[in-house]
C-alpha cells in the first residue's frame, strides 16, 4: 500500500517544527475527471522472449485533471504473463472501479484514496500503478516538485539504461551491441530461454568477446529454462562472466530455484515471481541474489520502495525494470524510482527506447550513457496530447 507522502519539503518541515507553528492550510486539490486511454504504440521491431513476441505495445495511459486544471498522468503496460493485465482489463479496472473513487475527491489525501481503492479491487497491480503515478504527477505539478521528492528524495541524478539484446544470430547480436555502443549504452542483457541451448551460449561468448571483459552483461530467461537447461546454461555461459541470470525458471518453481542457486556460479534473479515482499523474502530464502522490481508488479511507488528497502535489509541487488515497452510517462516514473531506490547494482532497463513512437513532446534522452533524472515538476515530461489521440485504440 502506498505510504502517505508530506510534499512540504524537508526544511518547510523544519522550520514549521522549530517555530511550534501550524502548516497554513492548502487549498484542497479536487479531481474533476479521470480518463484510461488504451494505446497501441508501435516498437522500432517485434522483440521476442520466452513464449511471445511482441509488435507493439499494448499500454493504457491514466490522465487526471484537477478543477484548477493541473493534469497529472500514469501508465502501465499489458502484461497478461506477468501482472494478468490486459489492456482491455486495465481499461475497465481504472474506468469502472477506481475512477468513480476518486471524482470529487481532494488529490492531496493520497494515503486515503489508494487505501479505499486498494480495498475496492485487489490485485489489478498495473491499474493501481498507473492511477497512483497519475496522482504523484499531479501532486508534483501542483505543488512545483519533483516526483521522486514527494518519496523521499533522490540518491543519484541519473541511471544507466541497459540494452536488450534478442536476435536470431550472434552475430547480429554483436552487430547490434557495436550500434549502441556507439549510441551510448554500455550494459547489456540477452533474451534467452528461446532459441536452441547451445546456440543462446555460443551467443553469450561472442558477445562477451565483442564487448571485452569490460561491459556489463547479463541474461535473462523470462521463465523459458527447465531446471535441467538452466544448469546446463549457467555451466556452459560461465565464462561469460553474466552478471546475472534473472528468471530462468516458472515463477512457482521455488524448489528449483533453489537447486539452482545452490550450485550456481552465476547470480540468479528473479522478475516474474516478484509480486509482494512476501515474494522478495521467500525468493531471498531459496537463494535469490538479486531481483527486478517494477511498479506494475508491485502496484506503485508506495509498495515499490518497500520492497526495495527490504532487499536492501536482504542483501539481495536491485534491477529497476520497465515493461516492453513503456512510453517516455511510465519510463520518466522509473527514472525517479531508480533515483530513489537504495541501489541499481544490477542495473535500469528503460523501454521507450524501443517505441518507433512516443507519446511526450521530447522523449527522455540517452546523454553519456547515461538518462538523467527530470527536473521539472512531477514526473518531468511533457506529454503530447495530439500523439496519445493518434495511437488510441
Known sequence: MTKHIDIRSQGDRAQTKRAGE???????????????????LPLTKPMSMAGITIATA????????AVDGTVGWGEAASAPTMTGDTRGGLVAAVRDHLAPLLIGEDAWQREALTERMC????????????????????????????????????????????????????EQDIAEAADKERQ??????????????????????????????ATPICADANCGFSLDSA??????????????????LAPADMDGLAALARDASIPIGADEGIHSQADVAAHARCGARGLSLKLIKLGGFGATLEAAALCQRLGLSINVAAKIAESSIATAAAVHLACAVPNVDWG??????????????APLPLGDGTVALPGGPGLGID?????VARWRV
Request: charged share 20%; no cysteine; hydrophobic share 50%.
Open 22 to 40: 501550524r502548516a497554513e492550510p492548502r487549498p484542497p486539490l479536487v479531481i474533476r475527471h479521470v480518463a484510461a486511454i488504451p494505446l497501441a
Open 58 to 65: 499494448d499500454n493504457v495511459l491514466v490522465r487526471i485533471e
Open 119 to 170: 480495498a475496492a479491487l485487489i490485485s489489478n497491480t498495473g491499474a493501481h500503478s498507473a492511477v497512483e503515478m497519475a496522482l504523484l504527477d499531479l501532486a508534483g505539478r501542483a505543488a512545483g516538485l519533483p516526483l521522486v521528492d514527494l518519496v523521499g528524495g533522490a540518491v543519484r541524478t541519473d541511471v544507466a539504461p541497459m540494452w536488450l539484446l534478442g536476435n536470431k544470430t550472434p
Open 184 to 213: 551510448g549504452f554500455h550494459f547489456f542483457k540477452l533474451k534467452v530461454g528461446t532459441k536452441p541451448l547451445d546456440h543462446e551460449i555460443a551467443a553469450a561468448h561472442a558477445v562477451r568477446k565483442a564487448l571485452g571483459p
Open 231 to 248: 544448469r546446463r546454461f549457467v555451466e556452459g555461459a560461465h565464462e561469460a562472466r553474466l552478471l546475472f541470470l534473472e528468471q530462468p
Open 348 to 361: 535500469v532497463s528503460l523501454t521507450h527506447f524501443y517505441l518507433a513512437e512516443d507519446v511526450v513532446k
Open 383 to 387: 506529454v503530447d496530447e495530439a500523439a
